[in-house]
């Protein structure tokens, strides 16, 4: 006898748990949509922490711009295709305010500028623009603005982090800046920063690390260390920590997988179940049936299907390769669940330029699924694929998130464009 798999209903299956599919379920679950979120969490971990929404048009000649709002227009009239070109400016500032003010609201708070991008340090010492910056970094961007006088501190073993690289790399236009690297206290070896931030966690580790920097700071202001200042209890380590130092501290992004991720993940994982969001994290959706107006019927599991959702929508949003939306062989580039068409080079050969260190980046950089005005993916006819399904995030086409400094914008914002879409047609 077959035993018949356990089956729910929802409303809402949104597939991907990036940050276009943890904003999705959130859009949804303040719209009191019930909702269900399912997709593996690796994604998260590579988070740098910060909120980019545009920052560099054209990148072929890597055009920083201050204003993101001032460059997406820019952008927007050599690039119309590019899918912001589909979203009403005030729900991507309504879209970015919300997501924020609800890290916020759970421990980790932002700051933006309505109109500006931020600079920060990056753990190699570059300048990177972004828009929205944990708490936790933004004396970094006082800091650089100010130049003044401040001290990196590295630990000896932490690989992908060197306090000396950062201070000699912006000697040149930082000279007020300076480095230590000592031991981290009762540890020896190669150091990770998930375990620095647990042991954050003991009142007398703090105050051991406090007592180590003491005899380096000299006569610096700010004080800036790798992001590893605590992670369930990251604002008490910070606020403790800046009172024992006595100085201006912040955080700088750490070499992926960070704590940054962690951080953003635990937030997620923790309150949208709190908001009635059935999570399932680590787990795939494997299968899908088409129920015309009704939706889908989803299979989910990890290797084999264990379990069915039923859901009158469903939002796209498992990002490109890395998230394995795409796939990529020697026929092209298909789309992993669906089958849908993915725009993409017409030949293989075509993917790349024959430059590997292009600044203009690789046609297939910009390769995913095209969308109606609504984002719901197309077929082959260029119609929507199925009445009630959306996109969002990396996996659309026409845009390099990753050159342009759009990331975190993109998922965000197409995020709730898609979850409102959604909500207008009334599925």
């Known amino acids: 006898m077959i035993r018949a798999l356990p089956e729910i209903e929802s409303d809402l299956l949104v597939i991907g748990t990036g940050l276009a599919g943890i904003g999705a379920a959130l859009f949804a679950a303040d719209r009191g949509i019930p909702t269900t979120l399912v997709g593996m969490t690796g ?9 980019d929404l545009m920052g560099i048009h054209p990148i072929a000649q890597w055009r920083c711009w201050n204003n993101p709002w001032a460059a997406i227009d820019a952008l927007l009239r050599d690039c119309p295709e590019h899918p912001y070109g589909l979203l009403d400016r005030s729900d991507m500032r309504t879209a970015f305010q919300r997501f924020t003010s609800f890290l916020g ?15 920060v340090i990056t753990p ?37 982090f060197s306090s000396r690289q950062i201070a000699e790399t912006l000697k040149d236009r930082w000279p007020a800046i300076g480095s230590c690297q000592i031991p981290f206290p009762g540890m020896s070896g190669e ?59 912040f955080e700088i992004p750490t070499m992926p997988p960070g704590i940054t991720g962690l951080r953003l993940k635990s937030v997620f994982e923790n309150e949208l179940p709190r908001l009635g969001v059935a999570t399932h994290f680590q787990q795939k959706v494997l299968t899908f049936e088409p129920r015309g107006e009704d939706g889908f019927l ?12 039923r859901c009158r929508g469903a939002i796209l949003a498992g990002g490109r390769f890395f998230g ?5 062989d020697r026929t092209g580039i298909r789309e992993t669940l669906f089958d849908l068409p993915v725009a993409q080079p017409a030949r293989r050969a075509d993917w790349h330029r024959s430059d590997l260190f292009d600044p203009a980046g690789h046609p297939v950089n910009r390769a995913g699924l095209e969308t ?18 959306y996109a969002a995030g990396s996996i659309l086409a026409h845009q390099d998130w990753t050159r342009m400094k759009c990331g975190a914008g993109l998922a965000i914002t197409t995020a709730y464009a898609a979850v409102k879409a959604l909500v207008g047609r009334g599925a």
Request: charged fraction near 20%; include cysteine.
């Open 124 to 160: 190699v010492g570059t300048v990177k623009t972004t828009y929205a910056v944990p708490v936790s970094m933004l004396h970094g961007v006082a800091a650089l603005a100010q130049k003044a006088p401040c001290l990196m501190v590295g630990f000896t073993g932490l690989k992908g």
């Open 105 to 119: 609201d759970h421990g980790l708070p932002y700051h933006l500028e309505p109109e500006a991008n931020q600079r």
């Open 43 to 51: 994604e998260l971990n590579f988070a740098s922490g910060l909120l």
């Open 372 to 389: 109606d005005s609504r984002l719901r993916p197309l077929d082959r006819q260029g119609r929507p694929a199925y009445p009630n399904l």
């Open 324 to 328: 394995r939306g795409l796939r990529a």
């Open 298 to 309: 989803f299979g989910v599991g990890t290797q084999r299907v264990e379990w069915r959702v």
């Open 191 to 249: 150091l990770y920063p998930e375990h620095l931030a647990q042991a954050l966690a003991a009142p007398t580790v703090r105050e051991q690390l406090a007592a180590a920097i003491r005899p380096h700071l000299g006569s610096s202001l700010y004080v800036g260390l790798p992001a590893m200042l605590g992670l369930y209890d990251h604002g008490l380590v910070f606020r403790e920590m800046q009172r024992l130092l006595e100085r201006k501290l």
